[in-house]
């Protein structure tokens, strides 16, 4: 797992984010990817996994302090560009991420129950075959499957030492994609957070002192905004073929629709 990182989250307006954009200015840099981007942004692409019970979707509705997501994280369906096989885990108010770069043409036979190899990775490092390998076997415990496919326009900012970021998520879209590989385009996709911005402040070590004149300064208030989430709700479960959620072999939910 990288080091514990802390994320806070706000919805804000289109208006306040351009005054939040100058602001972070003065304090960090572009992250690479936002350089030369129209509106200084960049897309990106996720196809998160659950069960057919939506295991990590109720882990999440129910405030669990514990849990973890499992998603694909990719900007590109080009063959040389990787596909990050991640876990995103919280504990309490901390978050860990572990990714593996994956090969485009490994995507599907992972995403079917094929035990990883070194063979489907990009990089020989040993890390990376580590986190794919606990990515697979997370999947494997819930019997995870490809549910939700999002998209949405993100505004970075790093700081040199990559301790402070921020981050400014526009046109959050989520669709049903139940296939074992993954696209870039979308059908009939939902929008999630209509007329509405995600700021996230991040931090590894200390919360800046400049992050809290920000939020003064623009009067933002903290709140839950998971991307995940509001997708399987804009989706409906009938389309991701959800089931009602029973307690099975120690894995699903108590809860009623």
Known sequence: MQKQRFELKYLI???T???VRDFVRSYLDFDEYSVGKPNYSYPVHSL???????????????GNKNRYKLRLRYYSTSADSPVFFEVKRRVNSCIMKQRGGVRQESVPLLLKGHLPQAEHLVSKAPN???????????????HAKPKVHIFYMREAYVSDDDQVRVTIDRKVYGEANLNYS?????????????????????????FPDWFRELVRVFGV?????????????????????????????????????
Not at 128 to 142: D, E
Not at 183 to 205: A, G, H, R
Not at 246 to 252: A, D, I, L, M, Q
């Open 13 to 15: 307006t289109e208006e």
């Open 17 to 19: 984010a351009l005054l």
């Open 48 to 62: 998160y996994l659950d069960s057919d019970s939506l295991h990590l979707y109720w882990e999440t509705i129910n």
């Open 128 to 142: 990376q075959l580590v986190a794919l390998q606990n990515f697979c076997n997370l999947a494997q415990q819930i």
């Open 182 to 206: 993954i696209k870039t385009e979308m059908q009939s996709p939902s929008l999630s957070f209509p007329n509405q911005v995600i700021l996230e402040l991040k931090f590894t070590n200390r």
């Open 221 to 257: 208030m903290q709140c839950g905004a998971a991307k995940y989430c509001e997708s399987v709700q804009g989706i409906g479960h009938t389309k991701l073929h959800a089931i009602h959620p029973v307690v099975e072999e120690g894995v699903g939910v108590n809860r009623s629709w």
